[in-house]
């Protein structure tokens, strides 16, 4: 049976209306409704090449675009090149390829109606300093190190209840975790949290501090202008070598620096908020259009039409509702300048680019844990006698 297209859309596949300035002759030819006449005109501009940097194309996201707005983050100049080297996640939609390992339940998470409806992990640890620190991961598609590594160092905090404060090393895991993924040219964030449990990671601060064991060494760029400064006048290729000791506080052990989890795991969508609510902040990976790169406020979800350009991980540190729709709160890597001060929201509930299913996490393992152990079963021992 043969399908039955819009009489509009059908006319402006037939008639190759590819220009609006055609629209009001095709309108009188084929006399065309008012109302039709708007839907055609909605299907050129929406259809019309341009660049997807461009202001002309912010123009159309916010032409359609119901529950966010867009704006320049980016230069309109950008190479194309300069912003795919930004996406490195490839843990979009990972977990149902790999069957897990999941987690959808802990002894320690609330019950479903003491879930909270607005939660933002900054304000419930307000002593954690590292909770809504935005970093920028420059000219590198290291996001998946920046996701994985700000999350383990928010839940450090929240389980040494403020003692451990600060961040962890994306240097260390970008450039020496190998089972992980290709420093700049991507990685899998649940890799990176075996990477965690199996081997440990230092600390390490920004570029250009002597903050932690080892700094980040790819230096931030400029997204919104040309020349110098800018990403595409970065090095396209960073090869960087593994160090085993620390060169940016160098007076700490890099042996004994090492943090590390109990274990890694990717998240169901229904144990997400209960994970967050227990441990606090995670990575979550989706897949990037190129709308996205526009967002300033608002809640996104993609246009249609918009261009996929790649996996992208970033750090979820809450969720809410905002005029009646659902969001995950998320911190990019991408500076202060993009977006929202650097964070964004994005729709939840829905499995917006494949946001829903690509969350990992792992629960911090301190000493202390041991140390509980040893006790509990020692008590167990004395009450048998």
């Not at 030819?29 to 005109?41: A, D, G, P, V």
């Not at 190190?145 to 962890?168: K, S």
């Amino acid at each position: 049976m043969k399908q039955q297209h819009d009489p509009v859309l059908e006319l402006f596949e037939n008639e190759g209306a590819k220009q609006s300035n055609r629209l009001p002759i095709i309108a009188v030819t084929f006399k065309i409704t008012k109302q039709n006449y708007i839907h055609l005109l909605q299907i050129v501009y929406l259809t019309e090449q341009t660049s997807f940097l461009s202001q002309d194309y912010i123009d159309k996201i916010n032409y359609v675009a119901k529950t966010w707005k867009a704006g320049q983050n980016f230069h309109p100049n950008t190479p194309k090149e300069a912003i795919l080297r930004l996406l490195g996640s490839k843990g979009v939609g990972a977990a149902a390829k790999t069957n897990g390992p999941y987690k959808t339940s802990d002894t320690k998470y609330v019950s479903n109606d003491r879930i909270y409806k607005t939660f933002d992990a900054r304000r419930y640890w307000h002593y954690c300093k590292t909770m809504g620190a935005v970093r920028d991961q420059g000219n590198c598609g290291s996001c998946w190190a920046f996701g994985t590594t700000g999350a383990f160092a928010d839940r450090l905090c929240v389980a040494t209840n403020g003692n451990y404060n600060q961040l962890v090393s994306a240097e260390e895991l970008a450039f020496c975790c190998h089972t992980c993924g290709f420093g700049c040219n991507g990685g899998y964030p649940i890799k990176a949290w075996q990477y965690f449990k199996r081997h440990g990671v230092v600390s390490g601060g920004n570029y250009n501090t002597t903050d932690g064991c080892q700094p980040y060494q790819v230096p931030p760029c400029l997204h919104h202008q040309e020349g110098e400064g800018s990403c595409d006048s970065q090095p396209k290729e960073r090869n960087h070598k593994c160090s085993r000791k620390c060169y940016g506080n160098e007076t700490i052990d890099y042996k004994n620096d090492h943090v590390k989890t109990r274990d890694a795991y990717y998240l169901t969508f229904n144990s997400i908020q209960k994970d967050v609510q227990t441990y606090g902040p995670i990575e979550a990976s989706f897949d990037v259009y190129d709308d996205f790169l526009h967002y300033k406020s608002g809640v996104y979800a993609k246009t249609e039409n918009a261009t996929k350009l790649g996996g992208h991980a970033v750090k979820l540190i809450g969720w809410g509702v905002e005029h009646g729709v659902d969001y995950w709160l998320m911190v990019n890597s991408w500076g202060y300048e993009w977006g929202n001060n650097g964070l964004f929201k994005i729709r939840r509930g829905t499995n917006e680019c494949g946001i829903d299913n690509s969350t990992t996490g792992g629960v911090p393992y301190i000493q202390s844990d041991l140390l509980y152990l040893l006790v509990f079963r020692i008590f167990n021992l004395w009450r048998i006698e």
